[in-house]
């Protein structure tokens, strides 16, 4: 009777185990079709945007399709973690930071990396942004906090209670892990974007937060649904602004894409992060954070160690 039950039990096992496979199999093939329908979508807003009425007299765009990765995949010693990466325009260097165990990490613009500064008081931090020199901006994914924090050559630790004043808290704390994962900054209008990650992708505009010190603030946030719908995004994971153009690119690791979205928010550019793209050998496996430096290069940092740079190839005569 034993052997009997035994043997019926492993039949049960195996028939569930391959309704499992089955069933994964099933959500995968529909996952990636509504993937390639979203990319087709916004494939077709950007041929709009671009052929519109307003496209002759809009700013030219970053030609994201020219962008190419000279460094791929390099791993950055032996961290976890890394979310988020910035450009020091000062320094002329990228500062990332890690979400467990909390530092902030500087790196050459070639990947390696320089030093790691603890953070402290901070929890599950997601995003970092440079805004003007020995300034920088935090973003907590639960908390829903944004913090300004001085960094500079000199720092050693960087801790909340020591921060600076300026600090903003939009909605209340959460633990489903989807609250802020992304922010940039526009210094010519000191306006901060700060990006919840899904459910759904919002980016939230906020002016009014670098008043000086002593002044009161006259804090605006304003957000655009209709143009985050116009991403066709399952979630935003980076961004960076581009005061070239004034456009933003939104990176998502979900759909492998980098998006250019103009001041109108119009998506007007798009670039995969698969493999065979943009001399990629392989996808970004979870590319968490994008930066842009002074010559327009482009940086990607990827969970849980990986660092790329995308360079423009000069357009063919």
Known sequence: MWSSLSRRGRR??????????????????????WLARQEFLLRREIAQARSGPAAADSVPNLSLERYVADIQALRVGDEANMSSVTYDAQRHLLVSITNRDPHLLELSLEGRLQRRIPLAGFGDPEAVEYLFPGRYMIAEER?????????????????????AQRHLTLGPPDDDNRGFEALAYDP?????????????VRIFEVDGLFAPTGQPLNLG???DPARDRRLFLTDISGMVYDSRTG???VLSDESKLVIEVNAV???VGMMSLRAGQHGLHEDIPQAEGIALD????LYIVSEPNLFYRFRQEKASR
């Open 12 to 33: 049960w096992a195996a028939g569930l185990a391959v309704v499992c496979l089955l069933a994964a199999a099933a959500w995968w093939s529909w996952h990636t079709r």
């Open 143 to 163: 908390r829903r906090r944004v913090t300004e924090v001085a960094l500079d050559a000199g720092t050693e630790r960087v801790a909340f209670e020591t921060a």
């Open 188 to 200: 010519g209008r000191q306006r901060l974007y700060v990006a919840k990650e899904n459910d759904p």
């Open 221 to 223: 946030v304003h957000v």
């Open 247 to 249: 456009h933003l690119l």
């Open 265 to 267: 928010g119009q998506p």
């Open 294 to 297: 002074g010559e327009g290069n």
